[in-house]
């Protein structure tokens, strides 16, 4: 849409539109489609393009990135074409504002759904049907996806690619783009987060104790020993885990092993016990019940899954 936000228009572009033949091939057929076809004026950027919302409803993900204005009616035409991609069986995600596209498509009615902190109440406010929920970085309901502001953009791709393509993959494009693999969807917007007292000396010592766990997943690791670390008490510990990440150091624990256990998975030929060894399971029986309870599957079927099919991708 004209005054779309560059940032916003520019993270799918980087994510989807740059063919990554070394990281998994076919990737994804993109292309960006406006409401103006070549007149589409993006924070200053001209950005043409020679197709238009015919080819949106016949994409297998859409992707919405924010609106110039939030508080407007967005056009008709874009709001009936999402809604026409989505009753095809496409994955919709919005980015930020770009939610309220897909609010006035009756899309989010009774879902699960979030965006920018800032637009939060103005959303509730016009469309009260969204189970609305601005304290996360990004949320999905279905095959309906939306994200929190600007860098949250990055989170919501990386979500959608490892959807696609599995944690190892998306673990190698983050490395690319130099931003943290992973950050979970229920993590909470920073607006919630105080600022560090000047002098404190402790602005970081949050990411030095994450940083330290994920270096050594394979050992033990108790609430007590990353309270020691952060020179915290454990109940301190937890408020900051809760503020930040929106889980339990315990619960934040367990899901970096789980990911670090589906990369092993995805990428090597490691046993379910050298596996469930080295992300900290301590045993093939105690892998398989984490994956039984959060990922309702078993570690070799995810294995089987993810090193046998090759026809994931969605175009």
């Known amino acids: 849409m004209p005054g779309t936000p560059i940032f916003e228009l520019a993270v799918p572009c980087e994510v989807f539109g740059i063919a990554r033949p070394d990281l998994a091939d076919p990737w994804y057929g993109f292309r960006v489609c406006a409401t103006e076809p070549g007149a589409v004026v993006a924070g200053g950027f001209a950005t043409t393009s020679p197709h238009g919302l015919d080819d949106l409803v016949t994409a297998g993900t859409v992707i919405v990135p924010g609106c110039a204005n939030a508080e407007a009616e967005q056009p008709r035409e874009l709001v009936e074409a999402v809604r026409e991609a989505h009753a095809r069986g496409a994955r919709i995600a919005a980015i930020c504002t770009g939610a309220f596209v897909v609010a006035q498509a009756g899309l989010l009615d009774g879902r699960r759904a979030t965006t920018h902190w800032m637009h939060a109440g103005q959303l509730r406010r016009r469309f009260p049907r969204v189970r609305l929920d601005e304290n996360v970085l990004y949320a999905a309901d279905g095959r309906v996806h939306t994200s929190a502001g600007t860098a949250s953009a990055i989170d919501l791709c990386l979500e959608l690619v490892r959807q696609d393509h599995g944690t190892a ?13 992973h950050r979970a969807a229920d993590q909470a917007q920073y607006m919630t987060a105080p600022m560090p007292v000047a002098g404190s000396g402790r602005p970081a010592v949050l990411g030095e104790v994450t940083d330290w766990a994920l270096a050594h997943l394979g050992e033990p690791i108790r609430l007590r020993d990353l ?3 952060a020179c915290l008490s454990e109940r301190q510990l937890t408020r900051r885990f809760l503020r930040v990440h929106g889980r339990t150091p315990g619960d934040w624990l367990t899901r970096e092993r789980l990911r670090r256990a589906q990369e092993l998975l995805e990428t090597t030929d490691l046993t379910i016990e050298t596996v469930a060894g080295d992300c900290g399971f301590g045993t093939a029986a105690g892998l398989r019940a984490a994956f039984a309870r959060h990922l309702r599957i078993s570690p070799s079927d995810y294995r089987a899954t993810w090193r046998g099919d090759s026809d994931r991708v969605r175009g």
């Open 169 to 181: 993959v998306a673990n190698a494009l983050a490395r690319r783009m130099v931003t943290p693999p």
């Open 227 to 229: 309270a020691a670390r």
